[in-house]
């Protein structure tokens, strides 16, 4: 079932290498939503941190950490053991052009949002940005950065041969009760092969 992403666990555990150097930045609602909820007892961040390398921004950390941690929220823990393990990087970012932070502005983007639209401008090892709000996911396309919803990114994890489609299919379903049914449910499709 979760054979492979276990055999890629024994390999870390014995000093192996992750499956890839790839560096994918998280927003907020990504890295919460895989801090909530498990897959046979492991919390879908783990696999997720099996597939690639996680950065996230300082706000991006304060939203899900230090605000979650003053709300007794379970999932903010999760998260800061994962940072203070290394297995998750933190950065700072400077803000951009005055003309830029403007129209981030008009955008109506939170302050976490405008924090990774800067790292995916700033950072050239950032290859993508895995996100589940709309609207940033529209910014970073405009700013031609590549951008996927968590369910794509799990698609790219089975095209990958990181895991297989069982697994990719277990992932999704357990994150499906926080996300959109039909961004689910279409990369569930695409897995069966029927679409």
């Known amino acids: 079932m979760v054979q492979e992403v276990r055999v890629r666990e024994e390999e870390s555990e014995r000093g192996g290498e992750k499956p890839?150097?790839?560096?994918?930045?998280?927003?907020?609602?990504?890295?919460?939503?895989?801090?909530?909820?498990?897959?046979d007892g492991r919390l879908i961040l783990d696999f997720m941190l099996d597939v690639a390398h996680i950065v996230i921004t300082r706000e991006v950390q304060q939203e899900t950490v230090e605000a979650g941690l003053a709300g007794g929220y379970p999932d903010a823990v999760a998260i800061n053991e994962r940072i203070d393990a290394g297995r998750i990087e933190?950065?700072?970012?400077?803000?951009?052009?005055?003309?830029?932070?403007?129209?981030?502005?008009?955008?109506?983007?939170?302050?976490?949002?405008?924090?990774?639209?800067?790292?995916?401008?700033?950072?050239?090892?950032?290859?993508?940005?895995?996100?589940?709000?709309?609207?940033?996911?529209?910014?970073?396309?405009?700013?031609?950065?590549?951008?996927?919803?968590?369910?794509?990114?799990?698609?790219?994890?089975?095209?990958?041969?990181?895991?297989?489609?069982?697994?990719?299919?277990?992932?999704?379903?357990?994150?499906?009760?926080r996300l959109h049914r039909g961004f689910v449910e279409h990369s569930l499709r695409r897995l069966e092969g029927v679409i």
């Open 20 to 39: 890839t150097s790839i560096l994918h930045q998280w927003d907020a609602t990504s890295l919460i939503t895989c801090a909530k909820f498990q897959l």
């Open 90 to 177: 933190v950065r700072t970012v400077s803000r951009t052009s005055t003309p830029f932070e403007e129209v981030l502005d008009l955008y109506g983007l939170q302050e976490g949002d405008k924090a990774v639209v800067r790292l995916a401008l700033q950072a050239a090892d950032v290859v993508a940005t895995v996100t589940d709000d709309r609207l940033l996911y529209i910014v970073l396309h405009r700013c031609g950065h590549q951008a996927l919803f968590l369910p794509d990114f799990i698609e790219k994890a089975v095209a990958d041969h990181v895991c297989d489609a069982t697994t990719g299919q277990q992932l999704l379903l357990a994150v499906r009760p």
